[in-house]
């Protein structure tokens, strides 16, 4: 098969703090003179192996303590535009984790500028514009995500939107109502993880309840054939995330995957690597382990890769420059 890193392609579910690399958590804990548990890359990779989402948390907020100046957030987020420029991305959607830095005492402005400065020239280094994405800590309370939100409108910060991420049974979208009412009054975009391990009607609540315009994840909804219908009418962009699937153990494997189902009721899917150095694969990645399992042929590749350009967030000049490319891709390809 054609190696699908040249399939031009938007990411738009990407957790930046989930790109942080083995390699990197020992360089930057070695820098900052902070001690993880783990002091080899060997022992360091032997802790991922996963058994749900919430056993992928622990590690992934443990790893974060690295995690110190401006530097260090810009450094994370070059490494992954470095490497999203390999895998074909020429458009990143980039989520960060505010609350889970403010926790460990690293101030909003440390965070945000860090990423955002990165991001300032993404374009004109590494050829993939970007958007940057609040998200918040559903395991934590709405009033935190309120204050936390209300510094970032005050402070000016670079945000397109926000999101809601982390332990999602237990934390359901009724409990950040105005938190998305603030947002959407701000003019922000709205986002939401939603039927990832929690049930279809968090999907419906994360519609009707918090008016999100994309579902990340959103596998749970076949389900439910009322919400399938109703996903495939509106054409909700829902940002699936196979290998992430695969190895949180939301899916038994990856051939019980739903994807096939999703795209044969017609719903607007696309591809994505969620915390790419923690699943085993960038965005190229889940594009090859799907295309290899369910033998997809090159119009459902360009399907998912047109999806991932349309449901995004970027200008309608670039998503019209986008296609472009994934047109002239196609013709290369027949
Ligand atoms: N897959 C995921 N689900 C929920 N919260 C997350 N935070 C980082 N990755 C996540
Ligand atoms: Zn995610």
């Not at 054609?2 to 070695?30: F, V």
């Not at 900052?32 to 080899?40: G, K, R, S, V």
């Amino acid at each position: 098969m054609r190696s699908l890193s040249t399939l031009p392609k938007a990411e738009l579910h990407l957790h930046i703090e989930g790109t942080l690399e083995p390699e990197l958590i020992l360089e930057l804990a070695t820098r900052n003179h902070i001690t993880l548990p783990y002091a080899t890359l060997a022992q360091l990779r032997a802790q991922y192996e996963f058994t749900d989402l919430q056993s992928f948390l622990n590690l992934y907020y443990e790893n974060m303590a690295v995690l110190v100046t401006e530097d260090d957030f810009a450094d994370m987020t070059r490494a992954y535009l470095t490497r999203a420029r390999e895998a074909g991305v020429r458009h990143a959607e980039i989520m960060f984790d505010p609350q889970a830095h403010l926790a460990r005492g690293v101030s909003l402005a440390t965070s945000v500028n860090g990423i955002a400065g990165a991001l300032a020239s993404s374009e004109s280094d590494f050829g993939i514009s970007t958007v940057l994405i609040a998200a918040f800590l559903r395991d934590e309370s709405q009033d935190s995500a309120l204050s936390v939100l209300a510094d970032l409108l005050e402070m000016k910060a670079p945000i397109i939107g926000i999101g809601l991420d982390s332990a999602e049974v237990g934390n359901p979208p009724s409990k950040f109502v105005k938190l998305f009412e603030n947002a959407r009054a701000a003019g922000l975009r709205l986002v939401a993880h939603a039927g990832e391990e929690g049930p279809p009607s968090y999907v419906w609540d994360t519609l009707d309840l918090l008016g999100a315009e994309r579902i990340d994840h959103g596998i749970r909804s076949v389900e439910d054939s009322l919400l399938v219908k109703r996903l495939a009418r509106e054409q909700v962009p829902l940002t699936v995330c196979p290998l992430s699937n695969v190895r949180l153990r939301a899916v038994d494997s990856l051939a019980a995957h739903p994807l096939p189902q999703m795209l044969a009721s017609g719903l607007n899917v696309c591809l994505n690597s969620d915390d790419p150095a923690y699943f085993g694969g960038y965005a190229e990645q889940n594009f090859e382990v799907v295309a290899t399992e369910f033998a997809f042929d090159t119009d459902t590749l360009e399907r998912l890769a047109a999806n991932s350009i349309t449901s995004s967030f970027a200008t309608v000049e670039r998503k019209a420059q986008l296609l472009g490319e994934l047109a002239a891709w196609r013709e290369q390809a027949s």
